[in-house]
Structures are given as structure tokens and as C-alpha cells.
DNA sequence: CTCCGGACATCGAATCGTTCTAAGTTAGGC
DNA sequence: GCCTAACTTAGAACGATTCGATGTCCGGAG
């Protein structure tokens, strides 16, 4: 697929420096980023962005489906450029997390107890390698 | 199994009156209350609790394993007494929950990209009866 | 070219959920 | 009936996020 920035600006969105430097953020190697991480780096790249900012770009491209949005444990959400269905790997003592392909074994029927089911998220609760190296997981 | 307060005494917990209300708020048939929820629910039946002890003894019990604390996409984190592993019908219009049963059909691999994997929590994103009834579910 | 309107960005204050703190109260062993 | 530790309290503090008022930029009509 294109590079977010190019979907973006193909969509006739008005790319700005601010929000181009704000979806940049979001398109490098770390890719579970909380709202302030993504406000450190644009920051990084061009000083004069502020917080509101950063919120009001992410919560837009949340809304335009460019970004998944993920309730992490500690109260903070992340930011997924990940849009596909997928499902994640969480560490219960660091809160790292880590993508892994939704092969979707049993998405059940349509419908559950009434509820109309859009759509299925496995989270695995694990202790990442990092913590099972240094921690003592207790 | 043994109502809530019943199993605390025996571990011999303190049991005074506030954790009592606190604890009697949860046993209820609505399972997936958010603490601010408690706090009304323990006043209307004891004025003189205080937002600080509910919160003190939510954390207590979730320590103690006799919760499970859910976060939820709204920021605030819900309390559930149902503490056997299962998963959850979330809305994603008005944010309702419903249990589901942990049939777990395939609980992965005890590792997964080096992680080491504890539990799986599958979250069905849907939406519930009643908004599928009264709302514009666009 | 200039003006205008609307979209965009900014700063700081406000809000929300939660935790902390310091002081007051209670329960139960001696 | 004390003493101590555990518990509770009100309100301040906190971190994450949103809001509101103001300022800036851009593109098109005149």
C-alpha cells in the first residue's frame, strides 16, 4: 500500500506540516504509539506543534480509519497504523505490545446474545522476552 | 461458590461497613461497573463512603483476585466480579458489555514470538440490541 | 492584487478518572 | 480502658485528553 502521507493527500486532505510530521511519526518501526510518544517525535521533526494538535490529527485519522485506536491498561490509548484486523500481544508487567496476524480461526455467528458482532480482537496476555530475561515475573 | 462477602471474611479480611456496601454494590446484576458506578451505588446504601475508599478497595480486590479489572475504550476502567476466564461483547455505540463464555478453541502455543503467553482475552466489537433497534447504526 | 471566508493550528484552561496525602476514626489485642 | 495498626476521609494533586478563544494561513471571487 502507498505510504500513509500519499493516501492522505490522495484523499484531498490538506497536509500541513504539522500533520505531516504527526502521520511520519506514526510510520516507523515502533508502531504502538501513545499520544504523547507521537508528540515527542513530531516534536522532534518541527518544534512549533502542539499537544492539541497532535490529539485533534490522531483522533481525525482515527476517524477516517487510517488509524486503529487501542485502550491500553494504563489509561493510556495507542495508536495503531495497523489497520487491518489483527490481534495483539500484550506484556502485563512492561505494557509492551506486539501485532500478530489474525488468522481468525472461529469468527462466530453474526450474532451473539443479540448482539450484532462487527468484528473479533484477541488480546494474549504474556510476559514479553525482555521481561522474562530481567524480571523477575512473580 | 460462596458470596463475595463470605469468601473475604474467610480470608479474613477486615470487612467494615464501607467494604461491605462496596463489595455488596458489585454482586449485582450488573456486572460491569465502573468505579464511579460503585461509588453511587455504595453511598446509596451508606452516605458517608468516600470516592478514595472505593477506589483503595476495588484495587484491593483486584489484587486479591476477587475482580477482574477491564479497561475500557472510554477511559474508564470497569470492575467484574466474574473473575473465571472469559470474554466480552463490547457496544460500540453506547459501550454495554456482555460476558461470554471461554470456550477457547485453540489457547496458542505457550509462546508466541518469544513471548510467553498467560491468557487470552477475545473482545467481540458489536452492536447490542438496543442500539441496533433504536439507533442509526451508520 | 486584495479581501474574505473557512479551514487549520495554537495556547492555556478545563475536565475527567484516578491516586496521593495528611489527618481523623475505628477495631481489637493487651 | 489504652495502644497500635489498619482503615477512612476530604480535598489536593496528577496525568491524559478535550475544549474554547484567538490567531494564522490559503485559495478563490471580485
Redesign the pocket.
Known sequence: MEPLVVRLRDRG??L????RVIAEAMTGEHTHL???EVFERARAA?P????????????QLVAMGELLEISHA????RYDPNVAEHHHLVCVRCGDMLDVEADDPDLPDHQQHGFEVLGVEVTFWAYCPDCVRTGANA
Chains 1, 2 share one sequence.
Open positions: 486532505w490538506r500541513t506540516a504539522q500533520r501513545a499520544a504523547d518541527l512549533e506543534v502542539s499537544r492539541a494538535t497532535v490529539y485533534n490529527t490522531l483522533n494504563d489509561g493510556r490509548k
